[in-house]
């Protein structure tokens, strides 16, 4: 990993947005994260005709991330279809908690917070291990 990882992510994320399916609002979504082993995986939103089961850039990311051996996701950033920064949504912030955990860094317009900033006191599988242990 380089000592800087963020502009490459956003080139990446940048790069994947302009793949992305979005027929119906128009809102285009890149996401790029780096993995453990030094992986770069990506995703963009695919839009349905049915809103309810689009998936967003984070799903198309975490999806990338299994079919490609897994590990844990380090450095997430993902842009919209200017190539701003954006913030994921709740959703999306739970699934990347499962594949990142708490110190996964998101790139934000401010710069890089811990995902725990962004989605404090989150359910995970600890929450599954409590429940069966009772």
Do not use: K
Not at 26 to 36: C, E, F, H, I, P
Not at 63 to 85: I, K, M, Q, Y
């Amino acid at each position: 990993m380089t000592a800087d990882p963020w502009p490459g992510l956003q080139a990446a994320a940048t790069e994947i947005m302009a793949r992305a399916y979005a027929p119906y609002s128009g809102y285009r979504v890149g996401a790029a994260a780096l993995v453990d082993d030094g992986r770069t995986v990506v995703g963009c939103n695919v839009e349905n005709a049915s809103y309810g089961v689009t998936l967003c850039a984070e799903c198309g990311l975490v999806s990338a991330l299994h079919a490609s051996g897994g590990g844990r996701l380090t450095h997430f950033a993902c842009v919209n279809g200017d190539g701003d920064l954006i913030t994921p949504c709740g959703r999306c912030r739970q699934l990347l908690m499962e594949n990142g955990g708490p110190q996964l860094e998101v790139l934000l317009s401010r710069g890089p917070v811990p995902l725990d900033l962004l989605l404090p006191d989150a359910f995970g599988p600890h929450d599954l291990d409590d429940l069966e242990n009772r």
